[in-house]
């Protein structure tokens, strides 16, 4: 095979994608977006050590030059180039296993190249695998400042990258957005100095602080951030407050019924965050309210009387759960507390028919239906309400942003209906104050007496006959079983499969017990009829895909069963450990796993196994993965953070706090031109997400 041939032909032949796609796709739109685009770390190229020196350095990368003496492509044990390169001290092998024709001719004998990467040892002397190098003449300057390493996408090499981002800096307007007076007082770093030295280092910089974020030019990008955020979610929380509400002023005859004629009594954490909830719908501008509590505690009735208040008050009130089997049981816990109490219940899912539709529309709009329980068929066009007044979304972090945003839009024209939000996903003050800094957080941080704690195992999935045993006794007691399905990203298709397949090998193991099965390509009509089983506890165990995540309750179940637990998340986990532990029944949650265990996975279980507790899981989980993805994209819209941690930033999230506080207070023309000219440079037109 004649050399100039590519080792490694590029893929099928794709349409020619411009870099300015390419830049688009990581979020790079404007001249703005690529200055801000800091490097995620540096290559020092600034230094050539001889290759003897580079020998001694264990495990650290440098930077040789040398003359190519020798290069050959070799087929043992694959075909690879190797390129031997010597300078006055000693010689080097550089080996690359994907390489083109172009670099054997490139690294011809004779040429002087510079080589940088770990010096290892192996059998056949020193070598470095897949260096970076460089072509170079004899005495060629070597830089002075490191060279960046950019986050980057498919198809960016960092040299376009780098290129594009250093032409971007000559383009841009470098006028500082914050006084003079504030920098001093904050001692903040200049912004232009600051984001130039973050690009290009000078060689002498103090790297820890660089690599860990706390050099002063990281101090001020991260300030800049957050103070970014904070001004807008302070705008966003007074543009709410300028809008008008109907003051849902009377808790009532109905409220009074509702809460006397419950089975049990409030616990005292449920009493206050529905105090506090009451108090804000008498509010003439628009509650906005995350109701945040473990699954379990009893987020439902506070939500229930909330809706009681509004109705109370002459409104009507709507729920909206994200899945049908969740919205459901919804309706018809509440329909049967408060339809006894003459309150007209609607219900309205996607699945229902198209003239139950019409019927559910019609009672919607002409304000019979005083509550209205469903899923996101709520939010459709063709669903107006009368006079709604309160909007409740359950497992909202479930919605995103954009969903919730239209069923707020249901009001009347000139009143935004009051928002109660609910979860199970705490989150973190730090997190809370940042992201949610135009939201009021009430906590249910009890849960209902009489509960016995969970215990939970993670046990390897070769021990599943013992695991079926234990399945078979527990029914044996009375006791109701889910066994929860692998999940499968990948392919819903064999996701679907994984769960028939489960079911027909429980049946066969279990055949004096009714296994039923639930999976979220059931009709909703077959989805109901296996839960209202398994509810009625003639079904004993139910297998199921995650579509018993969240909501579901059915205090007879006490032991869980989750397949392939290392492939959930932590909030996952919890979310469907907390089907169990519903009754006074000692219960028992049983991960199976497939060993080897990774780092990750093996964390999680462990933290499954040490707490119940949902604030301590979800601490760990963002310890783990980091405020981006606990949050999601759709959660948290564009407004994440790059640069601050808010594990290690509280400090400054206080600080940008107080700073968009002062900036917005008593506001001088100055003041407004500063705000207006920080939102420009750190949101752009993304601040739309933040107001939701
Ligand atoms: P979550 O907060 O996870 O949504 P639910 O609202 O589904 O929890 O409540 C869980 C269970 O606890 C339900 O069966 C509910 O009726 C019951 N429950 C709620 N509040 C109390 C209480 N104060 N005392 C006893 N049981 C309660
Ligand atoms: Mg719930």
Known sequence: MPADIPAVKPKTVKKAVTPEARLAKLGLHTDMDLVLHLPMRYEDE???????????????????????????????????LLVHIADETGDLQLRFMNFYGSQVKQ???????????????????AEMVHPAYKVVNEGAPLPTSLTPVYPSGEGLSQPILRRAIGDAMKRIDWTDTLPAALRDHMQLSDFEPAVKLLHYPPQEIDEHALADRSHPAWVRMKFDELLAQQLSLKRAQRARRSKGAAALKKVGALSHAFQAALPFKLTGAQQRVLDEIRADLRHPYPMQRLLQGDVGSGKTVVSALAAAQAIDSGFQAALMAPTEILADQHFRKIAAWMEPLGVKVAWLTGSLKKKDKLAAYALIESGEAQLVIGTHALIQEAVNFANL???????????????????????????????????????????????????????????????????????????RDEVIARVHAAAGEGRQVYWVCPLIEESEVLQLQTATDTHAMLAEA??????????????????????????????????ATTVIEVGVDVPNASLMVIEHAERFGLSQLHQLRGRVGRGSA???????????????????????????????????????????????????????????????????????RDVAQELLHETTPDKAATVEAHLARWLGGKEEFLKV
């Open 46 to 80: 600034t230094q050539v050590v001889t290759i003897r020196e580079a020998s001694m350095r264990g495990g650290e990368a440098s930077q040789v030059e040398g003359i190519v003496v020798k290069n050959e492509i070799s087929y043992k044990p694959r075909k690879q």
């Open 510 to 543: 279990l055949p004096d017990l009714a296994v039923g099965l639930v999976h979220g390509r059931l009709k909703a009509a077959e989805k109901q009829e296996v839960m209202d089983a398994f509810s009625a506890g003639e079904v004993h165990v139910l297998v």
């Open 107 to 125: 690294l011809a004998e004779g040429t002087r190249v510079r080589a940088r990467g770990e010096l290892k040892h192996g059998f056949f002397g």
């Open 586 to 656: 000692a219960s028992v949650c049983l991960l199976l796993y497939q060993g080897p265990l990774g780092g990750v996975a093996r964390q999680r279980l462990m933290t499954m196994r040490e707490t119940t507790d949902g604030f301590e899981i979800a601490r760990r989980d963002l310890e783990i993965r980091g405020p981006g993805e606990f949050l999601g994209a759709r959660q948290s819209g564009q407004a994440m953070l790059r640069f601050a941690d808010l594990e290690t930033d509280g400090w400054l999230v206080d600080q940008a």
């Open 389 to 463: 007044g309160l909007v409740i979304v359950d497992e909202q972090h479930r919605f995103g942003v954009g969903q919730r945003l239209t069923l707020r839009n249901k009001g009347n024209v000139g009143a935004v209906p009051h928002q109660l939000m609910m979860s199970a996903t705490p989150i973190p003050r730090t997190l809370a104050m940042t992201y949610y800094a135009d939201l009021e957080v009430s906590v249910i941080d009890e849960l209902p007496p009489g509960r016995s704690p969970i215990v939970t195992r993670a046990i390897d999935q070769n021990r």
